[in-house]
């Protein structure tokens, strides 16, 4: 497991994102609340790699 990251929103800290093996996952804010997205890290056999 990755490090997670935090970021202020007034006098709280809240989970921004963190890294895991395969990839990460970030939060964002949006106007019916807190949503969170994983983004995945693939590599083919030949090391070419992709995020999506």
Known sequence: M???EYRKQ???LALYGG???GGR???SETA???TSRS???ITDHLAVSASC
């Open 2 to 4: 990755g490090s997670l």
């Open 10 to 12: 007034g006098n709280a």
């Open 19 to 21: 890294r895991f093996d």
């Open 25 to 27: 996952f970030v939060s």
């Open 32 to 34: 019916s609340g807190t």
């Open 39 to 41: 983004l995945y890290f």
